[in-house]
Every structure is written in C-alpha cells, then in structure tokens.
C-alpha cells in the first residue's frame, strides 16, 4: 500500500518510523563488534583494576547521552533527512557541511559497512571454510543484501533492523547472566576493584580507555540522518535517540561487569577475544559458537543501521546540489533514496575487496568527532539565530549539557592528533580532498 505522505509528493521520504524503529536504529548501529572486543582493552588500561574500568564506561555513556540529549534538542526542532549534515550547513555554512558528507561517503560510512561486512565473514568461518576469496565475496554479498534490503523499502528495511536487533541484545542479556551465574572471577576481582591511589599514570591510561569506549558508543547519532522519516518526529526522535542510548549505557556495563565474573580482571585484560573467552570459561569451548552467531548477527544490524540511514545525508547533499543530482532521487515505487543506497553500497564493496578500508577509517574515524562537536555547538547558534522555531524538547541542562559533550568531542580530536600525529594528519589529508570537490559541485549548481 501507498504511504498517503508518499502519494502527496512522490519527491519526499515518506514519515514511515516511530519511536520503536528509530530507537532500535540507535541500539543497533552502536552495537558492532566493541562491546565483544574493547572491554579487555580498557582494563589493560585501568591497571585491570575493576572499578576505574567500569567506571570509565559509565563516564563514556554518561558523555554519549548529553550527545543524545542535545541532538534530541536538533532532530525534534529540524526533523529533515540528513540530520547532522543539516545542522552543521545551517549553522556553519555549505563548505563545513560537504566536507562532512564527502568524509561520511568516502571513508567514515562506506569505511564501517566494509569492516563489518570482512570481520562477519571471519567469524562465519567458524561455522564453514571459506579462505581468502570466500571471505571477500562473502563480504560483498552481505554489503549486497544490506543494499537491496534498503532499496526495497525503509518499513522493510526498519523491521529486519528491529528483529536483529532484539536478537543481539537479547543474546548479550543472556550470556551476561549466564557468566554473572557460572563465574567465580569477582573472588579474584574483590581485591583489585580500586587501586589504593589515583597515581598519574592510572588517570592517563583511563583518559585513553575513555577515548576506546567512546569509540564503543559511537554510531548513535546516525538516527539524526533518518529524522526525516520519523512519525511525529517532535516527539518520536528525542525520546528514540535518548531511550536508545541510555539502554545501551545499561548493556555495556552488564556485559563489562559480566566479562569480569567469568574470568577475573587479569583474565579479561589479558583475552585477545573477551566475549568469547569469557563463555568458554564458563559454559566450555563449544559455546564460542554460539558467541560467533551473536556478533555475525550484530554486525549484520549495525551494517543495516549504516545503510538505512547515511545514505540520507548524501541524499541532502545531492538535494542542496552539492553531489551527484541522481543521488536525489526517490525511488517511485519503493519511496526510498535507492540511488544513494546503492552508490554508497558499491563503494563499501570496493573497500571490502580492496582491504584498504582499515587504513581510511583508521586515519578519518577521528575526524568525525569535529563534526558531532559542530552538531552541538549548532544548538547555541539555533537558539541564538532562530528563537521563533518551536522546541518541543529542550535539551535538559543547557548549556553545560551540550559544553560538556563539545569538550569531550575536542578531546578525543587533540588526543589522536597528539598520541598518532601521523594517521592524524592522513586522516586530515583525506578529508581535506573535500575542498576542490565542493567547489566543483558549487561551480556546477551555478
């Protein structure tokens, strides 16, 4: 059937999703492989003390929902397809918001479907020999299916995201309570949870702890690009992104404290795969497979989150005659931005058979967090440029909410430039490409 939204003007995305779509595109974005992964790191960086570990990923959270909240304040106030690359153009002009979308299609989203779409074909292994070529094709027929699921329909396309997403999370909720139940490693823990000083060394290795788990969280402020499609969007998206982000504070720190149970936090700093290492501990070497199903299907979810809603900034972009004209279009029978869907896909594939995505997103994954502090600071000048627009949600706080979240943004920006100055300064380089594209596409529109 039609969507009557669609049938007024076949040109618009139609408004097809609630509070329920857009939450489970939050969880199921943020939700890769770094929960199963980043939790050793982050002990190995606390001293494997237990409570400046736990305590980092609580920070991280707490930091990700006053994101939340702030854009909370953005999508409810200016619910238009695009999200953040809307923002960041009406607030800091064209230039700022192009070099956005140019990172986003060349490495940060193409980029982050490439890496899940490999590291699921790695783990798929554990079920069939694939080898090298397997791996590949295997990648690019996920990037494939996640493309034609998005083209076919964003009702479609939302309800295999919330299926999968259910399953992750209900996957991590149950192996979390099978190690809180079957493990002994608080016995180990109890005397290591605080250290007995705060030395320099420990708040150091914790600042570079929180910039891992902020990585972790990263991915929820890709429902600002669907906005939108949202139902009722002054009141659907700011409930949606702060729901989605604050469950996902509630998951982490399950599965964090969970890790520690089954294997101790000497073990747990100490595993090269800590999901995986703590169920076999726990429920013997067979489960690891049942691990491996689970983050199959979470990178499965967080590759359809990408695809269900960064291709909506190129499609403003492409609206605004700063990209390809064809990018803007709607498809007339499935209502959906299938030609940026699909030429965002085909990148993605390019860089899963090429291998060289790891070294893009590795150099300009940073250079994002420039631009979800523009988002944020966006809030400031709205309020001051545009008083008159109705705000149905302000963003509870203000203004220390969104200055916090700005400064962690500089932070996690000053920290890679100082601690990596080379992939820094690629990661820059690489960006920068932007600049004589914009002025194409700007000469072209003239």
């Known amino acids: 059937m039609t969507s009557p939204d669609r049938a007024r003007d076949p040109g618009q995305l139609a408004r097809l999703l609630g509070t329920w779509d857009l939450t489970q595109i939050v969880v199921g974005t943020v939700i890769g492989s770094g929960i199963f992964i980043v939790p050793a790191t982050v002990l190995r960086q606390t001293g494997e003390h237990t ?51 140019w990172t986003m299609f060349l490495a940060i989203s193409s980029g982050s479907m490439a890496t899940l779409a490999v590291a699921a074909s790695g783990y798929l292994e554990q079920f069939v020999t694939l080898g090298p070529v397997g791996r590949k094709v295997t990648a690019v027929v996920m990037v494939a299916v996640v493309a034609a699921l998005n083209i076919r329909g964003t009702r479609e396309s939302a309800t295999v995201q919330n299926w999968a997403t259910v399953i992750k999370v209900a996957a991590i909720l149950v192996m979390s309570a099978v190690l809180l139940a079957g493990g002994n490693g608080f016995a180990e823990a109890g ?26 969280y990263e991915g929820w402020q890709y429902v600002t690009f669907s906005a939108g499609e949202a139902r009722d969007p002054q009141r659907t998206f700011p409930r949606a992104i702060v729901y989605g982000t604050a469950g996902l504070i509630g998951v982490y720190l399950l599965a964090v404290v ?25 429920a013997g070497p067979g489960a690891a497979k049942l691990i491996a199903a689970a983050i199959i299907v979470s990178m499965f979810s967080a590759a359809n989150g990408i695809a269900l809603t960064a291709p909506r900034v190129f499609f403003a972009m492409a609206r605004d005659g700063l990209f390809f004209r ?8 499935f209502g959906t931005p299938s030609v940026a869907v699909l030429w965002s896909s085909l990148w993605a594939a390019v860089l899963a058979l090429s291998g060289t995505f790891e070294e893009l ?27 008159e627009l109705p705000r149905p949600f302000k963003v509870p706080g ?16 000053v920290n890679t430039l100082v601690a990596q100055p080379k992939q820094g300064l690629l990661g820059v380089l690489v960006m920068m490409t932007g600049v004589p594209a914009y002025f194409v596409w700007r000469r072209r529109k003239r």
């Open 361 to 387: 997103l590795t150099y300009v994954v940073f250079a994002g967090w420039v631009f979800y502090g523009l988002g944020a600071v966006s809030v400031f000048v709205y309020r001051r440029t545009q008083p």
């Open 51 to 101: 409570g400046p570990a736990v305590l980092v990923w609580l920070v991280g959270g707490v930091l990700s929902l006053l994101g939340a909240l702030t854009y909370g304040e953005l999508g409810a106030m200016n619910p238009k397809a695009g999200g953040l690359y809307v923002y960041v153009r009406d607030t800091f002009g064209r230039a700022p918001a192009f070099l956005y979308g």
């Open 326 to 333: 064809r990018l803007a279009e709607v498809h007339p029978r």
């Open 191 to 216: 005397a290591t949870v605080w250290p007995e000083s705060f030395d320099p060394a420990l708040l150091s290795g914790a600042g570079l702890a929180m910039i891992g788990v902020l990585w972790a």
């Open 258 to 282: 969970a890790y520690i149970a089954a294997l101790g936090p000497a073990g747990a700093a100490a595993s090269g795969s800590v999901a995986a290492d703590a169920v076999g501990q726990v």
């Open 398 to 413: 203000y203004p220390v909410t969104p200055v916090l979240f700005v400064l962690s943004a500089v932070a996690i920006v």
